[in-house]
Nanobody, 118 residues
Framework: QVPLVESGGGLVQAGGSLRLSCATSERTINTYAMGWFRQAPGKEREFVGGITRSGITRYYAESVKGRFTISRDNAKNMVYLQMNSLKPDDMALYYC???????????WGQGTQVTVSS
């Protein structure tokens, strides 16, 4: 079992910021690359950002580059997604994920809702 528990979602005005958190286990944070995906109503789930196990390499979707930052704190078993300059298009259910690599996502959390009002 790979626990992934997201929190930090909520309602924010366009231009505002939110920080999502993902709590996991020591084994998970020390074993896997971590990432965030999102899914808006009627749309496919899409990649938002990923970070390698070491934390050295990070990847982002073009749509969030320069606005979102993914980070991890292996000592606290936590992964974060700092979201700035939020837009209505960012509104979605955000999922934390873990996997063997940045294209091998295997485990998923339940999601946290982000709502952006215009």
């Amino acid at each position: 079992q790979v626990p992934l528990v997201e929190s930090g979602g909520g309602l924010v005005q366009a231009g505002g910021s939110l920080r999502l958190s993902c709590a996991t286990s020591e084994r998970t944070i020390n074993t896997y690359a971590m990432g965030w995906f999102r899914q808006a109503p009627g749309k496919e789930r899409e990649f938002v950002g990923g970070i390698t196990r070491s934390g050295i390499t990070r990847y982002y979707a073009e749509s969030v580059k320069g606005r979102f930052t993914i980070s991890r704190d292996n000592a606290k078993n936590m992964v974060y997604l700092q979201m700035n300059s939020l837009k209505p298009d960012d509104m979605a259910l955000y999922y934390c994920t873990a996997g063997a690599g940045l294209n091998e996502w295997r485990y998923w959390g339940q999601g946290t809702q982000v709502t952006v009002s215009s």
